[in-house]
């Protein structure tokens, strides 16, 4: 029984931490804190990292493994290619967006940077043989994000932030 914490299901976590919540003040006070605290803990060269990794590491061999003809038709490695790389960055998306659902307009504009900027590495500096099945998609990926950070972005001053910080860092691609 010493382990029990060590060897507890995440939903199993997530219950008992919302049962002490709802138990004791002091313990949702401190809960609340810790989260606050990893949440605004937005590592902006971490995220640009994770995010180039993802991407540099598709392997072109999953490519060419599940695009031919499928049971549903043909899939072109093309158009796999798109999927897979949409695949990679939805949690960087999904985390975009929560971030802004909780108010944190400040992190959610960081975290954004460090994807974007992750997306400008991938397209400039990969040597991946996958990124030539897919010439278009991190621009285009860039294009969305960022445009679907802007429409939810709250201040203007985030948005002035985003533009310099991308026509510095993003230059090819902010004109």
Same mark, same amino acid.
């Given at each position: 029984?010493?382990? %029990?914490?060590?060897? $507890? &299901? !995440? ?8 049962? *002490?919540? #709802?138990?004791?003040?002091?313990? +949702?006070k401190k809960i609340l804190d810790i989260a606050e605290k990893m949440i605004k803990g937005?590592?902006?060269?971490? $995220? ?8 540099? @590491?598709i392997d072109v061999h999953d490519l060419w493994n599940r695009s031919g003809s499928t ?5 072109? !490695? ?14 960087? +998306?999904?985390? %975009? ?12 504009? *960081?975290?954004?940077? @460090?994807?974007?900027?992750? *997306?400008y590495m991938y397209e400039h500096d990969s040597k991946s043989e996958f990124k030539d ?9 860039? &294009?969305? *994000?960022?445009?679907?950070?802007? #429409?939810? &972005?709250?201040?203007? &001053?985030?948005? #002035? ?15």
């Amino acid at each position: 029984m010493k382990n %029990i914490l060590d060897k $507890i &299901s !995440p939903n199993e976590a997530l219950e008992i931490l919302r049962l *002490l919540a #709802k138990t004791d003040k002091q313990i +949702q006070k401190k809960i609340l804190d810790i989260a606050e605290k990893m949440i605004k803990g937005i590592d902006f060269e971490g $995220i640009c990292d994770d995010v180039f990794w993802a991407l540099d @590491g598709i392997d072109v061999h999953d490519l060419w493994n599940r695009s031919g003809s499928t049971v549903d038709g043909y899939i072109s !490695p093309n158009e796999m290619a798109v999927e897979m790389i949409e695949e990679e960055l939805k949690p960087f +998306q999904q985390e %975009i967006f929560r971030l802004i659902e909780l108010g944190l307009y400040k992190e959610a504009k *960081l975290y954004c940077m @460090g994807v974007l900027k992750g *997306l400008y590495m991938y397209e400039h500096d990969s040597k991946s043989e996958f990124k030539d099945w897919a010439t278009d998609m991190p621009g285009e990926c860039f &294009s969305y *994000l960022y445009d679907e950070w802007k #429409k939810r &972005s709250k201040k203007k &001053s985030d948005i #002035k932030d985003m533009n310099e910080f991308l026509a510095e860092e993003c230059e090819n691609w902010m004109k």
